[in-house]
């Protein structure tokens, strides 16, 4: 059982993004995450193919997918900067998944991730708005502990 001073995965979750000014800006509203799989294709080359490289495993790293999703705030700093760098078909090096208090996930060194789908916003009887966004690490990702 752990302490009650023990960080627990997911109760602080949150995304946090630098937008330009050296501070990180919390994404309103987002702290539901995903991160995907770190996954290879792996292609065995049959000799009927290629006499000088049969058997040789050819593999190739795949991109690795995020999601989140959280309320929907017009005029949120974070939410506006996900839109512009979508928009402008534009990498994310400096976006920090923190899975509680003390730690979280962004791009490796030398790394980064685009945004395939954003903003999509729908609303519900009970007057919230919701907000998502996906799309790919490429090529890795890393966690760090700050304590």
């Not at 800006?25 to 987002?30: E, S």
């Not at 995903?34 to 495993?57: Q, W």
């Not at 916003?121 to 690490?137: E, H, K, P, R």
Request: charged share 20%.
């Amino acid at each position: 059982m752990p302490d009650s001073t023990d960080p627990i995965s997911g109760l602080n979750s949150k995304i946090t993004v630098d937008t330009g000014d050296g501070e990180d800006t919390t994404i309103v509203g987002m702290s539901v995450f995903t991160l995907g799989a770190d996954t290879r294709n792996i292609l065995d080359i049959p000799k009927t193919m290629d006499t000088e490289r049969a058997g040789v495993l050819v593999q190739s790293k795949q991109p690795i997918s995020f999601s989140f999703e959280g309320y929907y705030l017009p005029d949120d700093t974070g939410q506006d900067y996900l839109r512009e760098r979508f928009d402008g078909n534009e990498e994310i090096v400096n976006i920090k998944f923190w899975i509680d208090s003390n730690s979280y996930f962004t791009p490796a060194l030398n790394n980064h991730l685009k945004i395939s789908s954003i903003g999509e916003v729908s609303t519900s009887a009970n007057g919230f708005g919701s907000f998502s966004c996906s799309g790919f690490f490429y090529h890795e990702y890393q966690e760090v502990f700050t304590s």
